[in-house]
């Protein structure tokens, strides 16, 4: 069986056969598309000044660890700093439905330093997503966590940064977000 050829022509004629409220939801998605599509290009040539520095602690999050381990110990088994990491992405995971205070919560469960470059670790980098969409680039822990709590509402939530920071520096963890 021979398929035909595609051609403008025919794609042009499907287009203006369909009804006004379809060429506009054809059109709206096309640019919705074209942006993403476009965003994501852009942001690979040209990381920003959060990619590079997330780079820099990928590298510099071991060497900070192995540091750390020879004045602190730590607080939680390994295993236990990848649950926490789990519920910190889980509670500001999404557009609608987030938990900020488990990720408040979990965040002052940190009790040093080593604590939370070993969180840090576990984390990784991760993306959020919203409505099944990616909703922001790949970021580390500090940069999800600013981005959501931080800068989220206009600042409204910028409450519970500095009450992890408050708390941390109540316990002496030199780290802020």
Same mark, same amino acid.
């Given at each position: 069986?021979?398929?035909?050829?595609?051609?403008?022509?025919?794609?042009?004629?499907?287009?203006?056969?369909?009804?006004?409220? @379809?060429?506009?939801?054809?059109?709206?998605?096309?640019?919705?598309?074209?942006?993403?599509?476009? /965003?994501?290009?852009?942001?690979?040539?040209?990381? !920003?000044? *959060?990619? /590079?520095?997330?780079?820099?602690?990928?590298?510099?999050?071991?060497?900070?660890?192995?540091?750390?381990?020879?004045? /602190?110990?730590? @607080?939680? @088994?390994? !295993?236990?700093?990848?649950?926490?990491? *789990?519920?910190?992405?889980?509670?500001?995971?999404?557009?609608?439905?987030?938990?900020?205070?488990?990720?408040?919560?979990?965040?002052?469960?940190?009790?040093?330093?080593?604590?939370?470059?070993?969180?840090?670790?576990?984390?990784?980098?991760?993306?959020?997503?919203?409505?099944?969409?990616?909703?922001?680039?790949?970021?580390?822990?500090?940069? @999800?966590?600013?981005?959501?709590?931080?800068?989220?509402?206009?600042?409204?939530?910028?409450?519970?940064?500095?009450?992890? *920071?408050?708390?941390?520096?109540?316990?002496?963890?030199?780290?802020?977000?």
């Amino acid at each position: 069986m021979k398929l035909p050829k595609p051609s403008f022509e025919g794609a042009k004629q499907y287009y203006n056969d369909l009804p006004a409220w @379809s060429k506009g939801v054809v059109v709206v998605g096309g640019l919705l598309l074209a942006y993403f599509v476009g /965003k994501k290009v852009v942001n690979f040539i040209f990381p !920003s000044a *959060n990619q /590079k520095r997330n780079q820099e602690l990928a590298k510099n999050i071991a060497q900070e660890i192995a540091r750390l381990k020879r004045t /602190k110990t730590q @607080s939680f @088994s390994d !295993s236990q700093y990848l649950t926490f990491a *789990n519920k910190i992405f889980d509670g500001m995971r999404y557009c609608v439905g987030d938990d900020y205070g488990a990720v408040e919560d979990t965040m002052k469960k940190m009790n040093n330093d080593l604590d939370v470059a070993l969180l840090i670790q576990a984390y990784g980098f991760r993306q959020r997503s919203c409505f099944g969409l990616d909703f922001q680039p790949i970021y580390d822990l500090f940069t @999800s966590v600013q981005a959501e709590l931080g800068n989220e509402w206009g600042g409204i939530t910028n409450y519970r940064i500095d009450n992890i *920071n408050n708390n941390w520096a109540r316990k002496g963890i030199t780290y802020r977000l």
